[in-house]
Every structure is written in C-alpha cells, then in structure tokens.
C-alpha cells in the first residue's frame, strides 16, 4: 500500500490519499498523523473499488513537520503499512505569510518612478505590484526576489501628477500570501521664482532679493552677471513668508548685470527667473548759472545737465545776508532746467 501527504501546505488540515492492492472494497484504513509537537490524530478510510482511499486530517496540525502511517488489512487479516515522512524530511505545515514592504517613492519628479522593497520570500519568487494613480489608473507589474531578499521595478508608464498608492503581494511555496502598500505622490510642476536686481544702481554690490513657493529653508542659487562677462554664484535660503535676499559678494564693474535664480523643490523640479539692471557710479555732470550784476532779485536760475530728462535738480540759493532758500526744476528734454529765486 501506499500513503501520501502534501510535502509543503499552508493547509492545516489536509488531505491524506494512498492506494492499495488486494484489499477488498469497504476495508478500513487507519491512518496516524503526528505533528510537529508530538500529538497524533488517527482517522480512517474506506478502500475505495479501485483500491484507492482518502480522509482529511479533523483538527488543524500546527505549523512545521509532520508524518502519517497508514495500516489495512485484508479480509482474510493480512496487514499492510505505508508512512510518508517526505523521505525522512517531514512533511510541512506553513500558515504564516511572507513578510513584505514596499515603497512608493514619495514627492518625487520621475512619473515613472522604481518601486522597491523586500521580503522573506525566496530568492525568485515572484512580487505582484499594483499602482494606482491620482486619476485611478491602474498598472501591474512584477518583479523577482533578489538574493538579498530586495525587489524593485519601474513602474511602465507615466502617472498621473498627485496621489498613487502602490499594492504588493508575493507567495511562499505554501501558498501563503504577503502583502503590503504605499502611497507616493508625484510632482510634474516647477517651483514658482522671481528675482529682482535694482534697475540702476550706484551700490555694485547691490542687494538681490525675490521670491518662490518652495518650502522656507530651501536653498537659491543665484548667479550674478556683470559687464565684464564674470559670474558670481551666490546661495540663499528661502524664508517663513517664501522671500529670499543676499548681497552680491564682489563688487561689479559699471554696466549692465544680468542675474538669474534656480530653485528646485522637493520632488527635483527646477525653477528659474532671470532680471536685468545697471551699476551706474558715474555722477551726472551739471551747469548752473546765476546771473551776475542783475537788478532782478529774484533771479533766474537755469543749467544743463546730462541727467536724464525728468530729472528733478535740487537748487539751495544764499544770499549776502545768509539768508537760504532751496527750490527745484525738472530737467526738460533739451537736458536744460530753470528755475525763478521765489523770494
């Protein structure tokens, strides 16, 4: 006769079959199941027309090894026996799942992004991942158990921008499932960035100031232009209320400077502004004349200067008694300015 158990399941009370020869139909056979702590279970069997017979095992066998001896007689008393032990290795119970983690990489830039994990299952086995993204889109993908227990695959095609949540499940040889989720985030969108540059200035080592919508404690990197074709890089940090300033290190030469700023958020997206001013320590060159020997006393005084037109020219007047008066004129498009003494 022969008897047969499951060599590995993760079926607690499973099913013995075995065959014999020259028993009769009807005939008994008594099967003893001992498990891994050392209780048995007996249970029997009808012999079945073809020789064959099956019984399952009535109570729930821990998990580990496990063995089965089977007994039958014939009609006329003769005893047979089988035992199946898988060759001296035991049979197994094995009820309790893989354990397995994922992880869904999370405020990142890469719509594609690898999903990764480990688990105790073994070398090959195979990971089933779900993703679904913010729209409910839903990709399968799967990957094998490295030898260091580690898995990963990038997930095919792009998500959708905003909440995913990646699902993964893998089996032991018992059939036993393990399963584990995470929820990522993608973002596609640049960080909002504007820097100012004073439009013309006579500081050359002007202050750059602006702002963004990164998180405050992000670093800016500001890199500074002048006439001379010299960069200057320069870093900040972004404050409470998303502003960000520093002063130009070196001081620039007279001219125009261009300065452009590169912020990237925490998924990686990059974002840049660009502004253009002028250093300008040239002082403008002025005229003014006061009339000499004149019976006006309130005189008129006028000038030139280069200063651009609009410009308003700041006039003190003092007299023989000490007597001050300050009055001002705006430059016309002739570069020219007068003004009459009020009093």
Same mark, same amino acid.
């Not at 839903?138 to 792009?158: C, D, H, I, L």
């Not at 089996?171 to 989720?181: H, L, R, Y």
């Given at each position: 006769?022969?008897?047969?158990?499951?060599?590995?399941?993760?079926? !607690?009370?499973?099913?013995?079959?075995?065959?014999?020869?020259?028993?009769?139909?009807?005939?008994?056979?008594?099967?003893?199941?001992?498990?891994?702590?050392?209780?048995?279970?007996?249970?029997?069997?009808?012999?079945?027309?073809?020789?064959?017979?099956?019984?399952?095992?009535?109570?729930?066998?821990?998990?580990?090894? $496990?063995?089965?001896?089977?007994?039958?007689?014939?009609?006329?008393?003769?005893?047979?026996?089988?035992?199946?032990?898988? *060759?001296?290795?035991? *049979?197994?119970?094995?009820?309790?799942?893989?354990?397995?983690?994922?992880?869904?990489?999370?405020?990142?830039?890469?719509?594609?992004?690898?999903?990764?994990?480990?688990?105790?299952?073994?070398?090959?086995?195979?990971?089933?991942?779900?993703?679904?993204?913010?729209?409910?889109?839903?990709?399968?993908?799967?990957? *094998?158990?490295?030898? %260091?227990?580690? $898995?990963?695959?990038?997930?095919?095609?792009?998500?959708?921008?905003?909440?995913?949540?990646?699902?993964?499940?893998?089996?032991?040889?018992?059939? !036993?499932?393990?399963?584990?989720?995470? !929820?990522?985030?993608?973002?596609?969108?640049?960080?909002?960035?504007?820097?100012?540059?004073?439009?013309?200035?006579?500081?050359?080592?002007? /202050?750059?100031?602006?702002?963004?919508?990164?998180?405050?404690? /992000?670093?800016?990197?500001?890199?500074?232009?002048?006439?001379?074709?010299?960069?200057?890089?320069?870093?900040?940090?972004?404050?409470?209320?998303?502003?960000?300033?520093?002063?130009?290190?070196?001081?620039?030469?007279?001219?125009?400077?261009?300065?452009?700023?590169?912020?990237?958020?925490?998924?990686?997206?990059?974002?840049?502004?660009?502004?253009?001013?002028?250093?300008?320590?040239?002082?403008?060159?002025?005229?003014?004349?006061?009339?000499? %020997?004149?019976?006006? !006393?309130?005189?008129?005084?006028?000038? /030139?200067?280069?200063?651009?037109?609009?410009?308003?020219?700041?006039? /003190?007047?003092?007299?023989?008694?000490?007597?001050?008066?300050?009055?001002?004129?705006?430059?016309?498009?002739?570069?020219?300015?007068?003004?009459?003494?009020?009093?």
């Amino acid at each position: 006769m022969t008897v047969e158990a499951p060599d590995l399941s993760n079926d !607690n009370t499973p099913t013995l079959t075995g065959t014999t020869t020259d028993v009769e139909e009807g005939q008994l056979v008594t099967l003893t199941v001992t498990d891994s702590r050392g209780g048995s279970q007996v249970v029997t069997a009808t012999v079945q027309a073809d020789g064959s017979y099956q019984a399952e095992v009535p109570n729930a066998l821990p998990d580990g090894r $496990y063995s089965v001896e089977a007994v039958v007689s014939d009609k006329a008393g003769n005893r047979a026996e089988a035992r199946d032990d898988n *060759n001296g290795k035991g *049979n197994v119970i094995d009820t309790t799942a893989p354990v397995i983690t994922v992880d869904a990489p999370d405020n990142t830039s890469d719509n594609t992004p690898l999903i990764s994990g480990t688990t105790d299952a073994p070398t090959g086995s195979v990971v089933s991942i779900t993703v679904t993204d913010s729209r409910g889109s839903v990709q399968t993908v799967s990957a *094998n158990v490295g030898a %260091n227990g580690r $898995y990963s695959v990038e997930v095919p095609k792009a998500l959708a921008e905003g909440r995913y949540t990646a699902e993964a499940a893998v089996k032991d040889p018992a059939g !036993n499932e393990g399963k584990a989720s995470d !929820n990522g985030s993608i973002d596609i969108t640049a960080p909002v960035i504007s820097v100012d540059i004073p439009e013309v200035s006579r500081d050359t080592t002007p /202050t750059i100031s602006g702002k963004t919508d990164v998180p405050a404690g /992000t670093v800016v990197t500001i890199t500074v232009t002048g006439k001379d074709g010299h960069p200057q890089v320069v870093t900040t940090t972004v404050k409470d209320d998303g502003s960000f300033e520093v002063d130009v290190p070196e001081a620039l030469p007279e001219g125009p400077v261009s300065v452009e700023a590169v912020v990237k958020d925490p998924a990686g997206n990059e974002g840049r502004a660009s502004d253009n001013g002028t250093i300008d320590t040239t002082a403008p060159v002025i005229t003014v004349d006061a009339p000499d %020997n004149t019976s006006d !006393n309130t005189p008129l005084i006028s000038g /030139t200067t280069d200063a651009p037109a609009g410009s308003i020219v700041s006039i /003190t007047v003092t007299d023989s008694q000490g007597s001050v008066q300050t009055v001002s004129a705006s430059v016309g498009a002739d570069g020219r300015y007068s003004v009459e003494v009020p009093k």
